[in-house]
């Protein structure tokens, strides 16, 4: 859902992926955001020259990053079948989606453990909070993500500074500190 920061994470792990030495592209879809729709985007890396688009094929993506409950389960079909996937432990209803309105939190996480090898949830409001700023809480995610890629901690810091706001960068770089240790312990 638009205004989540979900913008700001692709650029965060996409920047991480360029300073770790790998081809990276990205995409975003924005919807409708602005009126409450979805923001979608795919950050693809490998080897150098290896990266021919920016969007995956279906069941090909090995990381599903999920910033909302129903969101998440709406985007299982792109997992692969050794994909992980990070949670934040939030649930919306938006005013038209019949086909998952009726389900609950715990049949929502079971769509995704039944597709996801492993799962990390995610309070991430909390733990922004606990940084210091509920606005650091996509920081948060990112964190948490963080422990299931090939790249290293200099990288993440240093990424974090490149995609953030000037004046922020110590709140978000103690927000991205409490998602990865939230992780590290999951």
């Not at 910033?67 to 992980?84: G, H, K, M, T």
């Not at 949670?87 to 929502?108: A, H, K, M, Q």
């Not at 309070?123 to 809480?137: K, M, P």
Request: aromatic share 4%; hydrophobic share 45%.
């Amino acid at each position: 859902m638009g205004g989540q920061g979900v913008l700001t994470a692709a650029e965060i792990i996409a920047q991480a992926c360029l300073l770790q030495g790998f081809d990276v592209k990205k995409s975003e879809l924005h919807g409708m955001a602005q009126r409450g729709g979805s923001v979608v985007t795919h950050v693809r890396f490998a080897q150098l020259g290896s990266v021919s688009a920016p969007l995956p094929a279906l069941r090909t993506v090995d990381l599903l990053v999920g910033f909302e409950l129903i969101e998440a389960v709406r985007a299982l079909d792109w997992l692969s079948p050794q994909a992980d996937a990070v949670l934040n432990d939030l649930l919306v209803f938006p005013p038209s989606s019949p086909s998952t309105t009726s389900l609950s939190r715990e049949e929502l996480l079971d769509a995704v453990k039944q597709r996801a090898r492993k799962l990390v949830t995610v309070d991430a409001d909390a733990l922004a909070r606990q940084a210091g700023n509920l606005r650091t809480a996509s920081t948060v995610i990112v964190g948490a993500a963080a422990p299931l890629l090939p790249i290293s901690t200099d990288n993440w810091h240093r990424a974090v500074q490149l995609s953030v706001p000037a004046g922020t960068h110590s709140v978000n770089l103690k927000a991205f500190e409490i998602g990865y240790s939230h992780a590290s312990h999951a």
